[in-house]
């Protein structure tokens, strides 16, 4: 355990730290702000370093083992229904709990001065999300190979783009990257694996990849079709 939370700790000051030292070098050198605002800024760094580590040393400890566990176990239980149902709340919860997810629409909401409610754009790309993970664990399931899943999302997208007003088209692809952010990627590639590891012959830990690039195209869509409603 000692050794995985150094590991953490490396990567999260290999994250950080750049960044400190090009702004450190910007201020000094170059733009030379208060130098209350870079010492403000300098104390969020080390706030977003101690949060960050505590926040991986968690996904590492408590999200991917609990993802496994409840993607073996529902597996296990033979119910296909009970599987892509909770698949799909799973998919829909870890979304609406993803920061980028609330950033995104945060942002959205100030940009169009309130035209575009945030919680509905976090609903509509929870659902998405949601949907389209309980698509990519039937794919493990039934063995379907994804380039036919994402050759019909992608085509589906290019058609909903035409009617779709342009400001949600561009909203919808930021909603789609936002998706695979730190809550969603760990828990929904644990399921997968989860999944897999019930399945023996049937499957391999190979088939959980492409479950994020799957549920990404579920906000795309998602957020399109509000476009269209209230475009």
């Given at each position: 355990?000692?050794?995985?939370?150094?590991?953490?700790?490396?990567?999260?000051?290999?994250?950080?730290?750049?960044?400190?030292?090009?702004?450190?070098?910007?201020?000094?050198?170059?733009?030379?702000?208060?130098?209350?605002?870079?010492?403000?800024?300098?104390?969020?760094a080390i706030l977003v370093t101690a949060g960050l580590f505590l926040f991986l040393v968690g996904?590492?400890?408590?999200?991917?083992?609990?993802?496994?566990?409840?993607?073996?176990?529902?597996?296990?239980?033979?119910?296909?229904?009970?599987?892509?149902?909770?698949?799909?709340?799973?998919?829909?919860?870890?979304t609406v709990a993803e920061p980028d997810v609330r950033v995104l629409a945060h942002q959205v909401?100030?940009?169009?001065?309130?035209?575009?409610?945030?919680?509905?754009?976090?609903?509509?790309?929870?659902?998405?999300?949601?949907?389209?993970?309980?698509?990519?664990?039937?794919?493990?399931?039934?063995?379907?190979?994804?380039?036919?899943?994402?050759?019909?999302?992608?085509?589906?997208?290019?058609?909903?783009?035409?009617?779709?007003?342009?400001?949600?088209?561009?909203?919808?692809?930021?909603?789609?990257?936002?998706?695979?952010?730190?809550?969603?990627?760990?828990?929904?590639?644990?399921?997968?694996?989860?999944?897999?590891?019930?399945?023996?012959?049937?499957?391999?830990?190979?088939?959980?990849f492409g479950l994020i690039g799957l549920a990404s195209i579920g906000p795309v869509i998602g957020?399109?079709?509000?476009?269209?409603?209230?475009?």
């Amino acid at each position: 355990m000692m050794e995985d939370i150094k590991e953490i700790l490396l990567e999260v000051l290999q994250a950080i730290g750049p960044i400190v030292v090009v702004i450190s070098i910007i201020q000094f050198f170059i733009i030379r702000t208060p130098i209350s605002l870079f010492w403000q800024f300098f104390a969020g760094a080390i706030l977003v370093t101690a949060g960050l580590f505590l926040f991986l040393v968690g996904v590492r400890v408590s999200l991917l083992p609990i993802g496994e566990m409840v993607g073996s176990r529902l597996t296990s239980h033979g119910s296909l229904l009970l599987l892509l149902v909770a698949a799909f709340i799973f998919g829909f919860i870890i979304t609406v709990a993803e920061p980028d997810v609330r950033v995104l629409a945060h942002q959205v909401d100030i940009a169009s001065g309130g035209a575009i409610d945030s919680g509905i754009l976090i609903i509509s790309v929870a659902l998405g999300v949601g949907f389209f993970v309980s698509l990519a664990i039937l794919r493990i399931l039934m063995g379907i190979p994804i380039i036919y899943l994402l050759a019909t999302g992608y085509v589906f997208v290019v058609v909903l783009s035409f009617f779709t007003p342009p400001s949600f088209v561009a909203i919808s692809f930021d909603a789609g990257g936002v998706t695979t952010g730190p809550m969603a990627v760990p828990f929904i590639l644990a399921l997968g694996v989860g999944t897999t590891s019930v399945l023996g012959g049937k499957s391999t830990v190979a088939d959980t990849f492409g479950l994020i690039g799957l549920a990404s195209i579920g906000p795309v869509i998602g957020v399109m079709i509000l476009g269209v409603i209230f475009g």
